[in-house]
């Protein structure tokens, strides 16, 4: 281990560029709420992706191009309020950058000032390099995503491998350095085969993060549900590192026991000292009236037993009020 590895410290892309160039191998796992986070930044991994996969765990679509952009920075401001001495990488959705330049330029912006990014991640070519040039032009750090791009499944039937012959490992390699020389400080690679990633490897010196694209890289990622083992369907080249699944449907199972057996643990509120006692009494001698004049509302962290049965004639203006103001906003919300 190299004085370039994150312990507690605050690790920056020049931490993140240091171990790449120490040849120590960098974990990066996606992320997308703050306590995922703040728990990812305990454990040390020192690169968080806030992906447009996002689309899919977090959001439930069957493709990363429904990932709405507002949602997604939105999201990338939660990773890093949650790992604030961690490199949070965002990623730019479907649609935010490749229909115009400008517009491209300024949704990349937007992660840095609205998401809180470190740098920002598109998917791209040597076609793109141009708008890559544009961003980092105007103070943008650019993390380049060649290979497989989720984001043209429509046009390559779905989400599929890359570089399997010699002419597209070929045009790979070259996005790969367009990229770089086009400014990229990092670039990432999706599911090729080794001779692919090693072939980058050679020609660029920006660190490279591997996904289904063998060891060689300087780091890996795994779209952070599949690695735990809480996806459905998790790609063939995901070995997870835990099982947690079981342990979700477990927790599931024992809230429900809980709930049944009215045993829910924890903290139970009580009444302060003598108020108990002084809110049977009014509320059984003078009715509704003086309890709401008193105050005594048996709200809902009162700790009593609530408005019991035997006591409900007598509370029953109170709890008229307090329905009738419920019945308003209900209107409200669908007026
Ligand atoms: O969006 C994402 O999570 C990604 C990773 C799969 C690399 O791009």
Partial sequence: MSNATPQQGLVTLKTIRAMAQAGEPFACLTCYDATTARLLEKAGVPLLLVGDT???????????????????????AAVKRGAPRTVVMGDMPFMSYQADDAEGIRNAGRFLTEGLADIVKVEADSSTAPLVEKMVRAGIPICGHVGSRPQRAAISAGYASAGRTADEARQIVADAIALEQAGCGMLLVEAVPDEVTDAIMRATTAPLIGIGAGTACHGQVLVLQDALGLSQHAPRFVDP????????????????????ARDLGGHRYTMKPGESTRFEETDGSSGGEDAGASGV??????GSAGPGAAHAPQIRPAIQVRSTIAETRITDRHA
């Avoid at 509302?297 to 009162?302: A, E, H, V």
Wanted: without cysteine.
């Fill in 241 to 260: 590192v835990a099982q947690l699944s079981d342990h979700v449907i477990a927790a599931g199972r024992e809230w429900i026991r809980r709930v049944q």
């Fill in 54 to 76: 996002a689309a899919e765990v977090i959001l439930g679509f069957t493709r990363t191009i429904d990932m709405p952009l507002d949602v997604l920075l939105a999201l990338t």
């Fill in 297 to 302: 509302s048996g709200g809902s962290d009162s």
